[in-house]
């Protein structure tokens, strides 16, 4: 199992925005630290706005801040928001797999799920702020003097 691109990318905004939250972020300083699609970085923003976890400004001088604080943020919401999860065909709704009426691989693919999301709900985007990634990701905002 993996996660999708968008949400990879999601959860990548995420860090960005909370490493830079003393300021607006833009989508494309973050798609030139990350070297990533400008176009698609605004689909993902899209979804993360839609979703409640960013908030954007728009306009001069607009951009994009966290909508709550980090702390608040869960990662098993924000995967749960992004993520399709649908790890076999049973799961979704085109489902024309023979097996479904006597298989039991849903239920333990469901249970796998289910304990892949209690990990993930153990943490906030907080807990993945560290040292090393804020002295990446951190971007020095210089003051503006009108005397000079």
Sequence with gaps: MYLTQHTDYGLRVLIYTAINNDALVNISTIAETYNISKSHLMKVVTT???????????????????????????????????????????????????????????????????????HLDGFTLADLLNKPTYDLLYFSKIPINAEE
């Design 48 to 118: 993360l706005v839609k979703g409640g976890f960013l908030s954007s400004v728009r306009g001069k001088g607009g951009g994009l801040k966290l909508a709550m604080p980090a702390e608040k943020i869960n990662i098993g919401a924000v995967v749960r928001y992004l993520e399709p999860m649908q790890v076999v065909e049973c799961m979704g709704q085109n489902n024309e797999c023979l097996l479904t009426p006597s298989c039991r691989l849903v239920g333990i693919v469901s249970g796998a799920i289910r304990s892949f999301f209690n």
